[in-house]
């Protein structure tokens, strides 16, 4: 919203009355005179008239949750518990979640109430790399690498997967790197190669990789390094 616009809000002075008080220095945003009427204002700032605020900040919020198996990813759920009722910080309910997880996978969730900082990260566009570690019913052969980058295609979407790196680990186990996040993605590509996915784990998003102290239901707030990391691999991407 324009700077003019909020304080014309405030007691209901008017949009000339707001931008006398602009034009004589008396509005400052997060602690800056500033004289520009257009100037671009959101709730996470701090808007003062005269030191009189005319509107808190909300709370920036970024954090990383290790959702554990049976958890769902939403934000409120009638019946089931959601990674929001593992969050004990009072601001929780402005949170959004920075991508979804089946509700039998485990691992990274990102959750925020910063939509310029999520929804790059969120746009297929971007191409973020997820990094997941995945459990099978059977071995999973040598093959199944090239035909993961090669890609699948998927009839209901009709659209060809984008190139994944499967590294392979153990008879049934597998790391994979997607680079996009399609409905039920990877469970859909190994039944494709004629094996089934038992465990599914996703260990990082982008720069952001799940610590291994963070217990599965455990949550903290990103460091500002995280915060900025991510934004910074969104911008070369
Ligand atoms: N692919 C799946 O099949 N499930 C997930 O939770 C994530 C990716």
């Not at 970024?62 to 198996?69: F, I, N, R, V, Y």
């Not at 790399?129 to 040598?142: A, N, W």
């Not at 903290?220 to 990391?229: N, P, T």
Request: with cysteine.
């Amino acid at each position: 919203m324009k700077l003019d616009r909020l304080l014309a809000k405030h007691d209901s002075m008017g949009r000339s009355r707001a931008r006398g008080l602009i034009a004589a220095g008396r509005v400052r945003v997060d602690g800056e005179t500033v004289r520009r009427n257009d100037h671009e204002v959101d709730r996470f700032m701090n808007v003062t008239l005269d030191d009189h605020a005319i509107q808190k900040g909300q709370r920036l919020l970024h954090l990383m949750l290790h959702k554990p198996a049976g958890v769902l990813s939403a934000t409120s759920d009638p019946v089931h518990r959601t990674v929001i009722d593992l969050i004990d910080d009072p601001d929780r309910q402005t949170l959004h979640l920075v991508g979804r997880l089946d509700r039998n996978t485990s691992g990274l969730i990102l959750l925020t109430n910063d939509g310029r900082w999520s929804k790059p990260l969120m746009d297929p566009a971007t191409k973020v790399p997820k990094v997941y570690l995945v459990e099978t019913r059977d071995p999973i052969p040598s093959s199944a690498v090239d035909a993961f980058a090669a890609g699948f295609h998927f009839h209901t979407e009709d659209l060809v997967t984008l190139p994944a790196e499967l590294e392979i680990l153990g008879d049934c186990l597998a790391r994979l790197t997607l680079h996009e996040g399609r409905y039920h993605q990877i469970k859909r590509m190994f039944h494709r190669i004629g094996n089934r996915v038992e465990k599914l784990h996703r260990e990082s998003i982008g720069t952001i990789t799940l610590p291994p102290d963070l217990a599965p239901g455990g949550w903290r707030i990103l460091e500002r390094d995280e915060i900025e990391g991510a934004a910074a691999r969104r911008s070369s991407a």
